[in-house]
């Protein structure tokens, strides 16, 4: 009997197991015990008290509630008690997601993932998508034992946090704001440009920058790339309102303008780029990888800014980030809706040399960052160094307040 003879018969012999488990025992073990997705829920969290009303600068007339906690959650169990946690993807979804996933190994969530989006085509929520992978990757890393920049393979351990305000307001009250969030560790802080005078956007800047003096990163967003058409409410900028407004910024070391055209004009943000000296930041609202590598041949972002729930959940945005250090581009993602997103893309953000920032949702007194995270037993803080640290137990690493889960 040859050699090859010897391990036919050996593999007829052994069937239904593989050679390979039959010298590996531990692997037979541990694939007879793979963990199988068994449920799926969404829960709506309690909110733990309102706050006060408020408005986004790029929706002006649409003030709304704001609460502790609250929102919603998505969950995914295994046959294993382990389960995974994300941020709430739509009611509607779930029965569709069920079929796809029940039955299935977490483990197997790249290929799981380019399923869904297969079958998700049709009915384009890409959010969901990136619900799933979340809750999956949460029940990986708990089943591993690490939390998830570990596992991935991590390069830092924090990251600095910028507090990111979502109000327009006036000169004098955003120069006082930048002084307390200093006062408290803050290294940077984002400014909206939605006045309807340019001068008064510029005056805010230069009010901020003497008030809270040369070691403190100043960002702005003017929010023009809301709409995938053409018209959204509020200031619209033109071309010359983005020019004139991105050089006066200079004379203030602001570190980058964001979003100042819209969405798809990639033509007039391209000109703009070339035409100024300040970076240029965007793509919150851009979908998938594919319109990324749209955005780097046509060079009309210097930061580029994914957020997990557009572009397509955890493998869109790794690619997005792969694209970026390809490019040598920094990539410092969107929020990621101020909770169980913010969280994954903390993770993200531990494993990767060139983001050197992380976006915290942050409008003091109405509507702190810990407002969102109030629905975890277990959230990450800002430093009194203005640092985020990674979460340290397993998976997302945090746990989420079970008695904040509303009765369906
Ligand atoms: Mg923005």
């Excluded at 036919?8 to 793979?34: C, D, K, N």
């Excluded at 969107?334 to 953000?349: E, R």
Aim: glycine content about 10%; overall charge negative; hydrophobic content about 40%.
């Amino acid at each position: 009997m040859n050699r090859r003879q010897f391990f036919e018969t050996l593999s007829s012999r052994v069937a239904p197991f593989s050679l390979a488990s039959l010298l590996f025992p531990s692997l037979a073990l541990a694939q007879s015990e793979r963990p199988r997705i068994t449920d799926i829920k969404v829960y709506r969290m309690k909110t733990q008290g309102e706050t006060g009303v408020m408005e986004s600068a790029w929706a002006p007339g649409q003030a709304y509630m704001r609460s502790i906690g609250g929102g919603t959650v998505t969950e995914i169990f295994t046959d294993q008690g382990i389960s995974g946690i994300a941020p709430g993807m739509s009611p509607a979804g779930i029965n569709r997601m069920k079929q796809l996933l029940v039955g299935q190994d977490p483990f197997d969530n790249e290929a799981l993932g380019h399923r869904m989006r297969y079958t998700n085509g049709a009915a384009n929520n890409w959010r969901d998508v990136g619900c799933i992978e979340i809750a999956l990757w949460d029940i990986v890393g708990k089943v591993a034992g690490q939390p998830l920049y570990k596992l991935w393979g991590a390069q830092k351990d924090k990251v600095s946090a910028y507090s990111s305000a979502i109000q327009l307001s006036t000169p004098e009250e955003r120069a006082e704001l930048a002084v307390r969030l200093k006062e408290q560790g803050w290294q940077g802080m984002k400014i909206r440009l939605h006045h309807l005078e340019m001068r008064e956007d510029i005056r805010t800047i230069e009010l901020v920058r003497e008030a809270a003096g040369e070691n403190f990163t100043i960002m702005t967003d003017a929010n023009q790339a809301q709409s995938s058409g053409i018209w959204q409410p509020g200031i619209q900028w033109d071309f010359k309102r983005a020019l004139d407004t991105a050089r006066a910024l200079n004379d203030f070391d602001v570190y980058w303008l964001e979003e100042p055209l819209r969405r798809y004009d990639y033509a007039g943000l391209a000109e703009l780029n070339r035409a100024t000296d300040i970076t240029l930041a965007g793509g919150e609202n851009n979908q998938g990888v594919q319109e990324f590598v749209e955005i780097i041949e046509k060079q009309v972002y210097d930061i580029l800014q994914p957020e997990i729930l557009v572009t397509e959940g955890i493998q869109g945005l790794r690619a997005v980030a792969a694209l970026g250090l390809a490019h040598h581009k920094l990539v410092i993602p969107h929020h990621g809706g101020g909770q169980l997103g913010t969280i994954a893309q903390l993770h993200m953000i531990g494993t990767w040399p060139h983001c050197p920032w992380v976006e915290i949702m942050n409008d003091p007194p109405i509507s702190p960052y810990t407002n969102g995270f109030a629905i975890l037993e277990n959230p990450p803080v800002v430093d009194s160094e203005g640092y985020m640290v990674m979460p340290q137990e397993p998976g997302l690493g945090v746990r989420l307040n079970r008695e904040l889960i509303e009765d369906t």
